[in-house]
C-alpha cells in the first residue's frame, strides 16, 4: 500500500469530511472510495443512444456508397503501411500466409 498525502482546500477537506461522517467511515477510506469510483467510471461502458446509432449506420451506409464499388479488401489494403518481414519469417512461411489470405 503507498502513502500520499494531499493538500486540499479547508471547504473540499470539510466536505470530505462531512461525508465520510454520514457514511460511518474514515476520511480515509471515504477519500479512496471516492477516488476508486471516479477512476472506475473510465472503464465503464456507456449505452449509445438508438439515435445516434442509426446517425452512425447512416453515415457508414453514404460512406460505402462514396467509396465505390471496389472490393473491401481492396479499399482496406490500398493505403496500408508495407513493412519489411521479421527475419524469422522465411520465404515459404510468407507465400503460405499469403496463400491463406488469399482463400479467406
Known amino acids: 500500500m503507498s502513502r500520499l498525502t494531499l493538500r486540499l482546500l479547508d471547504t473540499l477537506h470539510q466536505q470530505l469530511s ?16 471516492a477516488l ?9 461502458v456507456q449505452p449509445i443512444p438508438q ?3 442509426k446517425q452512425q449506420q447512416s453515415d ?15 479499399i482496406a489494403l490500398r493505403d496500408r503501411e508495407i ?7 522465411t520465404p515459404e512461411i510468407i507465400a503460405q ?8
Do not use: D, M, W
Not at 457508414?60 to 465505390?68: D, E, P, S, W
Open 18 to 33: 462531512h461525508l465520510a461522517k454520514r457514511e460511518g467511515v474514515s476520511l480515509n477510506q471515504y477519500i479512496v472510495y
Open 36 to 44: 476508486t469510483r471516479k477512476s472506475s467510471t473510465a472503464y465503464t
Open 51 to 53: 439515435q445516434e446509432v
Open 60 to 74: 457508414f451506409t453514404n460512406l460505402l456508397q462514396k467509396l465505390g464499388k471496389a472490393p473491401s479488401t481492396e
Open 83 to 89: 513493412i519489411q518481414p521479421e527475419k524469422e519469417l
Open 97 to 104: 500466409f499469403q496463400q491463406c489470405l488469399a482463400t479467406s
